[in-house]
C-alpha cells in the first residue's frame, strides 16, 4: 500500500549523519574533522570529548548521531564502526557592520557551516 521506500544512498555497511546550521566557519570545523577522520569511532569520541575546540561538542553529538543510526538503522556493530569520512561545507554568512572613523562601514561576516560524518563496519583481522 504505501510509499516505496528511497533507495540507500550509501553502501549496506555505511551510514552517515549530518548537522547543518553550526556557528562557526568552515574552516575552524574541517581541523576538527580532520582529527576523527580515520579513526575508530570509541577513539574519535574519546578525541573530541578532550578536544579544547568550543565546536567538537557539536561534532561529537553528530557522531554519535551517526553511530545510533549505523546501529539501529542498519543493524551494524559499534565495535567496528570507523569514521570512513568526514567532510565539511558552508551554510548560510549573516552579514553585519560596524561604523568605523571617517564614514567608514566594517564589514563583519558571521559565517554558518555543516558537517556530515560517514561511518563504516569494517572486518576484524584474526
Known amino acids: 500500500m504505501g510509499k516505496e521506500q528511497n533507495p540507500r544512498r550509501v553502501a549496506d555497511n555505511e551510514a552517515f549523519a549530518k548537522t547543518k546550521m553550526l556557528r562557526t566557519s568552515p574552516q575552524k570545523l574541517n581541523l576538527v574533522a580532520a582529527l576523527i577522520r580515520g579513526k575508530k569511532v570509541d ?15 557539536d561534532v561529537k553529538k553528530c557522531l554519535q548521531s551517526a553511530i545510533a543510526n549505523a546501529e539501529n538503522n542498519h543493524g551494524l556493530d559499534v565495535d567496528s564502526l570507523v569514521v570512513a569520512e568526514a567532510w565539511v561545507g558552508k551554510n548560510l554568512v549573516m552579514k553585519r557592520g560596524r561604523p568605523r572613523a571617517r564614514g567608514r562601514f566594517g564589514k563583519i561576516m558571521k559565517p554558518f557551516s555543516e558537517i556530515t560524518i560517514k561511518v563504516r563496519q569494517i572486518e576484524e583481522r584474526a
Open 43 to 57: 577513539k574519535a569520541l574519546a578525541d573530541l570529548t578532550f578536544s579544547n575546540k568550543r565546536i567538537s561538542a
